[in-house]
């Protein structure tokens, strides 16, 4: 049982002043038409955020809770005692020159050349943490100041006029994009420099003051004392002895980027009136976008060296390492990845859950995606019994393909390290993404009659279909023991036994039912292609998604003779409306990884040659999608004048 407020919102204030500046000029010249401009975007921020701010104590059981005996406390505080003295304040400026000739080279052909170069600038760094550099070898005060990219870009569209069976235009370009503002990463190593804040833990030993008396958090008359000082007092300590977590940027980090292709065209029918013109006027539009990334971000624990030891499947344990402890000759390697050298696990092992974690960028293949997308449309107008009305038909369908290293969606260094599934720590593998739908499939539809003169009678509905996102198999959170990661996070990507049999694996602590559902599983979820392997990262997907939503609206008189009133019902997701169980958007249990979807619990053998399989509780499409899966009808009036 854990008491407390949200984890991350105990400590959370963020104030931001924005200032603009534009400057555009065009200029024609003959076919050119040349555009340059400058702009700044000046940003200052004062932002305090501490996780556990107030603190989280944690409980074995309802008796131990009603008794006010704690498991563990741990919390985060300021190296004064007051948390609102962690907070950063900086300021960063984002400078961008651009350049853009488009040029009439042709009767209906149009090429656009341009360049755009953003640098940044800030006076302002984060302080110095004089022991992660002892540690390390670099210093932490890398900041905004020095990063620049230069994007040249291509484009042209061509009409080409009538062409084959109607009117054809072409379109396409390539360049190298940078989208998205880094300032909320750069902004946690102002405050999580080592020095602001102290995250302690009873159960980690990072609390050394505090005593086994001090888990006692109800006094004689059963009232909660809170919080202990020696809680207090040892963040304190950490802070001001630069002892926290550090947060830092690699000095040689690039900011990330794009290089997209795009090409599609435009086709508008027209066969001669063929079979009563049925075949003309049809809008078809295909699109295929190419996103390679470059210099995508990854996040790394520098704390975490390879022990030397493997795990039974081959891959690697870690423990986190602090070369300063008393007799640690460790020395750091210099590749962010690459640990430490001459570790003592005896002298060296932190015992905790240390991370000190880099920003910097993928080492390897960055990730790309690719999305092609179709859409065939046409408004069909009639005039059926004398009365106006039209149906307009859309078809759509988009394929998306894309892989990334580290989503990187997240705000805060230590969730952007952990909330990726891997197989080998601080080398998260290439995958699919978990956000993308592989297909995606639209039907839209509207009919509009005019049944008085004036007034439009709508019925309009749309349906979709889309695949699911992608996923991997993990094993439970627990596995960071196994493993030496430094939070429990279920993300170590799962070992598949070959059988009953398979030696790296000691099944003892399962029943015969769950080893029969667990080996079911394999074979029908298609992890047995990987039977004596590790399950590959997310090449798995959710079930499809489908919904349809309908409306009706009705045009009335108003009352002035220009106003007029519209009254219209909604329903959204109509096939769960006529069938309760039609159209459930299931996924996958996830665990606390968001692509992560545990199968079970796993420690090692004593002599370290085999997985221990326990717990065994898979996510079997069990989570409820509430608010996709439940129908709703909106009745409403608008009235315009």
């Not at 809770?65 to 005692?81: D, E, K, M, P, V």
């Not at 009439?104 to 755009?116: I, P, S």
């Not at 004689?220 to 919080?227: I, L, P, R, S, Y």
């Not at 008393?326 to 570790?343: I, K, Q």
């Amino acid at each position: 049982m854990v008491s407390g407020p949200g984890f991350s919102r105990s400590a959370n204030d963020l104030k931001v002043q924005t200032d603009q500046l534009k400057f555009k000029a065009n200029y024609l010249w003959g076919d050119h038409y040349f555009t340059a401009g400058y702009e700044l975007d000046q940003l200052d921020v004062f932002n305090l955020f501490a996780q556990d701010a107030t603190g989280t104590i944690t409980f074995d059981g309802l008796e131990n809770f009603q008794a006010g005996i704690a498991r563990n406390i741990s919390g985060s505080g300021s190296f004064t005692g007051d948390i609102n003295d962690a907070a950063a304040e900086f300021s960063r400026s984002i400078h961008t020159l651009y350049v853009q000739d488009e040029w009439e080279a042709l009767n209906g052909l149009t090429l656009q050349f341009g360049l755009r170069y953003d640098w940044y600038a800030s006076s302002d760094r984060p302080l110095r943490n004089p022991k992660f550099e002892e540690k390390f070898g670099f210093d932490n005060t890398q900041a905004f100041n020095g990063l620049d990219i230069l994007q040249p870009r291509f484009g042209f569209s061509y009409d080409a006029g009538e062409t084959l069976w109607g009117d054809t235009q072409f379109r396409g370009g390539v360049g190298i994009f940078s989208g998205g503002d880094p300032t909320v990463w750069f902004a946690n190593n102002f405050q999580n420099f080592g020095g602001a804040i102290g995250t302690v833990n009873t159960r980690f030993g990072t609390s050394p003051s505090c005593t086994d008396a001090d888990l006692q958090v109800l006094d004689a008359n059963g009232n909660f004392t809170g919080v202990p000082n020696c809680i207090t007092q040892d963040q304190i300590a950490q802070a001001t002895g630069n002892n926290g977590t550090v947060n830092a940027v690699d000095p040689d980090f690039s900011i990330p980027s794009l290089v997209r292709f795009n090409a599609g065209f435009s086709h508008y029918t027209d066969f001669d009136n063929a079979a009563g013109g049925f075949f003309d006027d049809w809008n078809l539009q295909f699109d295929l976008i190419y996103s390679k990334r470059r210099n995508a971000p990854d996040f790394v624990n520098l704390a975490l060296t390879p022990t030397g030891e493997l795990a039974p499947d081959g891959r690697p344990i870690f423990s986190p390492i602090n070369p300063l402890l008393p007799g640690c000759n460790a020395t750091f390697n210099g590749d962010l990845r690459g640990g430490f050298s001459n570790v003592d696990l005896a002298a060296c092992a932190s015992g905790g859950d240390d991370e000190d974690i880099v920003l910097t960028n993928v080492d390897g293949k960055d990730g790309s995606s690719t999305t092609a997308s179709v859409i065939l449309s046409k408004l069909f107008e009639h005039d059926m019994f004398n009365v106006p009305g039209s149906v307009n038909l859309t078809f759509g369908y988009a394929y998306t393909d894309a892989s990334e290293v580290n989503p990187s969606t997240s705000s805060t260094a230590s969730s952007n390290f952990e909330e990726v599934a891997v197989s080998v720590i601080n080398q998260p593998p290439l995958g699919p993404s978990q956000f993308a739908n592989k297909h995606n499939i639209t039907v839209a539809a509207s009919v509009t009659e005019e049944f008085f003169e004036g007034l439009q009678s709508t019925f309009s509905m749309f349906f979709s279909a889309r695949s699911g996102r992608a996923f991997s198999y993990v094993f439970d959170a627990d596995a960071d023991e196994v493993f030496g990661d430094s939070d429990d996070e279920a993300r170590h990507l799962f070992y598949v036994p070959t059988g009953p049999n398979d030696p790296r694996v000691d099944l003892s602590q399962l029943s015969a039912e769950d080893q029969q559902a667990l080996f079911d599983l394999i074979a029908t979820s298609g992890l047995s292609k990987f039977a004596g392997e590790i399950a590959p990262r997310n090449q798995f997907r959710d079930p499809w998604i489908k919904d349809m939503d309908i409306r009706f609206s009705q045009d009335l008189p108003g009352f002035f003779g220009n106003d007029s009133f519209e009254v219209f019902v909604d329903i959204e997701n109509f096939l769960n409306l006529i069938d309760s169980g039609s159209n459930v958007s299931r996924r996958f249990d996830r665990g606390n990884v968001n692509e992560g979807v545990p199968i079970l619990g796993v420690g090692l053998s004593d002599d370290g040659s085999q997985f221990v399989f326990r717990d065994f509780d898979p996510g079997l499409n069990n989570d409820i999608d509430v608010n996709s899966s439940l129908w709703a009808i909106q009745f409403g009036v608008r009235y315009q004048f």
